[in-house]
């Protein structure tokens, strides 16, 4: 039972990190061109010479790049060929088998979906025939080889992982041996002094294998291609069988959506005159309407001026009543409240006080001479005592530089 979930666990890792990721991306590519083949438009043969003249170009560039990156001695990623040759051809091998594998354990179990089908309708039957005889027989001679089959797979397989594991124990042997080797071949040239021989010759070897490589890929690219355009040919043929009804129902959609767009054009032609005259209509009760606006407006303003006025007519009117009422009253201080009594009394105020300014300027002009005459004499006096004090101050700062004589009250300077 270990053994078994061994090589199951086995089989399950290489599909899922060798086998899958490379189908789905191959799948994934065959799906990116067949959805860019059905979003291209029908193609015909000629056509399809186009694309095969393009080919064959990229082609030849592809061989003129390949043998110029061969000319050039470009370093590949490892430097054993052979090996690598035969790590390639197990593989495949491996592949292939792996697929055989997949392919017998579906149909096993399809049998097993199958024969409990058949289990259940035995069941659900509850007592009637089954099948015997040569039926059963057969059937049983059937599962038999089916089961022989699926262990000689099996043994198939376990046989292939056993050589697998002795070819890596071989291979890693061999790298080994090929390193001691590869030294003494190298300190065998270093003592001739033809170091690096052994490389060229490698590299060479190297070279044709590389060649040996690209010659078997471009045949496989070209038969690949090949079916590839075969597979295309092939969609292309059965899209056109597949659209040729939806074609033909597409034509009478079509000519069904002209006259649908001739009577919708139509209708939209009696909206837009119906429209167009709907439109003139509401511009006119617009503009109707807005001149109504507006002369209401103006006739609430001229209301509210209107009432305005009466307030204003009407405090005016009982004041005035107000100011009869007080003027005829028999009551002195009633009287004197009256509006007219104020003003006159107001009045004789300001004349009285007008002539009482009338009086005072006429002073000021009888007074004005004499008044600048004494202001023209302090203006003389003032600037005679400044003149003493400037002589005073010279005679303490300087020797004497004249004589002072006083004589009635007066001060005369004798030089």
Same mark, same amino acid.
């Given at each position: 039972?270990?053994?078994?979930?061994?090589?199951?666990?086995?089989?399950?890792?290489?599909?899922?990190?060798?086998?899958?990721?490379?189908?789905?991306?191959?799948? $994934?590519?065959?799906?990116?061109?067949?959805?860019?083949?059905?979003?291209? @438009?029908?193609?015909?043969?000629?056509?399809?010479?186009?694309?095969?003249?393009?080919?064959?170009?990229?082609?030849?560039?592809?061989?003129?790049?390949?043998?110029?990156?061969?000319?050039?001695?470009?370093?590949?990623?490892?430097?054993?060929?052979?090996?690598?040759?035969?790590?390639?051809?197990?593989?495949?091998?491996?592949?292939?088998?792996?697929?055989?594998?997949?392919?017998?354990?579906?149909?096993?179990?399809?049998?097993?979906?199958?024969?409990?089908?058949?289990?259940?309708?035995?069941?659900?039957?509850?007592?009637?025939?089954?099948?015997?005889? #040569?039926?059963?027989?057969?059937?049983?001679?059937?599962?038999? *080889?089916?089961?022989?089959?699926?262990?000689?797979?099996?043994?198939?397989?376990?046989?292939?992982?056993?050589?697998?594991?002795?070819?890596?124990?071989?291979? %890693?042997?061999?790298?080994?041996?090929?390193?001691?080797?590869?030294?003494?071949?190298?300190?065998? %040239?270093?003592?001739?002094?033809?170091?690096?021989?052994?490389?060229?010759?490698?590299?060479?070897?190297?070279?044709?294998?590389?060649?040996?490589?690209?010659?078997?890929?471009?045949?496989?690219?070209? #038969?690949?291609?090949?079916?590839?355009?075969?597979?295309?040919?092939?969609?292309?043929?059965?899209?056109?069988?597949?659209?040729? @009804?939806?074609?033909?129902?597409?034509?009478?959609?079509?000519?069904?959506?002209?006259?649908?767009?001739?009577?919708?054009?139509?209708?939209?032609?009696?909206?837009? *005159? /119906?429209?167009?005259?709907?439109?003139?209509?509401?511009?006119?009760?617009?503009?109707?309407?807005?001149?109504?606006? =507006?002369? /209401?407006?103006?006739?609430?303003? &001229?209301?509210?001026?209107?009432? /305005?006025?009466?307030? &204003?007519?009407?405090?005016?009117?009982?004041?005035?009543?107000?100011?009869?009422?007080?003027?005829?009253?028999? #009551?002195?201080? %009633?009287?004197? $409240?009256?509006?007219? =009594?104020?003003?006159?009394?107001?009045?004789?105020?300001?004349?009285?006080?007008?002539?009482?300014?009338?009086?005072?300027?006429?002073?000021?002009?009888? *007074?004005?001479? @004499?008044?600048?005459?004494?202001?023209?004499?302090?203006?003389?006096?003032?600037?005679?005592?400044?003149?003493?004090?400037?002589?005073?101050?010279?005679?303490?700062?300087?020797?004497?530089?004249?004589?002072?004589?006083?004589?009635?009250?007066? #001060?005369?300077?004798?030089?």
């Amino acid at each position: 039972l270990m053994k078994k979930l061994e090589e199951e666990i086995n089989f399950n890792s290489y599909l899922v990190n060798e086998k899958l990721p490379t189908e789905l991306e191959s799948k $994934k590519n065959s799906t990116y061109f067949l959805q860019k083949v059905v979003a291209e @438009p029908a193609m015909n043969q000629s056509d399809l010479n186009v694309l095969e003249i393009k080919i064959n170009e990229v082609n030849a560039q592809m061989n003129q790049l390949i043998e110029k990156r061969m000319m050039k001695h470009e370093p590949l990623d490892s430097v054993f060929s052979m090996y690598r040759q035969q790590a390639s051809i197990i593989a495949r091998k491996k592949a292939a088998k792996a697929e055989e594998l997949q392919a017998a354990k579906e149909e096993m179990a399809s049998t097993e979906r199958q024969m409990l089908q058949k289990t259940n309708e035995a069941h659900e039957l509850e007592g009637s025939e089954v099948p015997k005889g #040569d039926e059963f027989k057969h059937y049983v001679n059937k599962l038999r *080889s089916k089961s022989t089959f699926y262990k000689k797979k099996r043994l198939e397989i376990a046989e292939i992982t056993a050589e697998y594991g002795i070819l890596q124990r071989t291979e %890693e042997l061999l790298k080994q041996r090929y390193e001691a080797i590869q030294q003494q071949l190298q300190a065998i %040239e270093d003592k001739k002094g033809i170091s690096g021989y052994s490389y060229t010759q490698e590299e060479l070897e190297r070279v044709s294998a590389v060649k040996s490589e690209m010659d078997e890929m471009k045949g496989q690219t070209l #038969d690949n291609m090949s079916e590839m355009v075969r597979k295309l040919n092939t969609m292309v043929a059965e899209k056109k069988a597949s659209l040729a @009804p939806v074609i033909k129902e597409l034509r009478q959609l079509r000519q069904k959506c002209q006259e649908l767009t001739q009577e919708c054009d139509e209708k939209k032609i009696q909206y837009d *005159s /119906c429209a167009a005259g709907l439109e003139s209509n509401r511009s006119a009760l617009e503009q109707e309407v807005k001149g109504l606006l =507006e002369e /209401c407006v103006q006739e609430e303003s &001229n209301y509210r001026y209107v009432n /305005c006025m009466k307030r &204003n007519l009407e405090i005016q009117l009982q004041r005035a009543k107000e100011e009869m009422r007080a003027y005829i009253s028999p #009551d002195p201080q %009633e009287r004197r $409240k009256a509006i007219r =009594e104020q003003y006159t009394r107001m009045i004789l105020e300001q004349e009285n006080l007008g002539k009482k300014l009338r009086e005072k300027q006429k002073l000021v002009r009888e *007074s004005h001479g @004499p008044n600048m005459k004494q202001i023209k004499m302090w203006q003389d006096f003032e600037q005679l005592m400044e003149c003493k004090r400037e002589c005073f101050l010279k005679q303490q700062n300087q020797t004497a530089i004249g004589q002072v004589i006083q004589e009635g009250g007066r #001060d005369r300077l004798v030089l």
